[in-house]
């Protein structure tokens, strides 16, 4: 998500602030607060990814069934659901390092 604002911000230099610099910077911004906010509401979060990877695959297979969608669909939606089924299904205090037992 950084990577992503990073070089649409390095873009605009070359082109200008624009409105369109600031659609184009949408999506990594909003891959950072997902992944901000996941450690604090990681079940809330994990259930935003999963809705995003349903609304992401029926656009993908609504394009029809080819092997460059179906493709698409597995490349996309795998990683995807693994994330979210994780957030969902992991507990907060298993994510949080004890010091204390790692000396």
């Known amino acids: 998500g950084l990577l992503i604002t990073l070089f649409v911000a390095m873009e605009s230099v070359y082109r200008g ?3 369109n610099t600031f659609l184009n910077l949408t999506p990594g911004l909003a891959i950072v607060g997902l ?3 996941s450690k604090h509401f990681p079940r809330t979060i994990g259930v935003i990814v999963f809705l995003i ?3 992401l695959e029926f656009v993908i297979l609504s394009k029809g069934l080819g092997l460059a969608q179906i493709g698409t669909a597995l490349i996309v939606g795998v990683p ?9 299904s992991c507990d ?3 994510t949080e390092i004890d010091p204390e037992k790692n000396v």
């Open 53 to 55: 990877t349903v609304a």
């Open 35 to 37: 992944g901000i906010l």
């Open 80 to 88: 995807l659901m693994f994330a979210g089924v994780c957030l969902y």
């Open 17 to 19: 602030l624009s409105l």
């Open 92 to 94: 907060k205090n298993e």
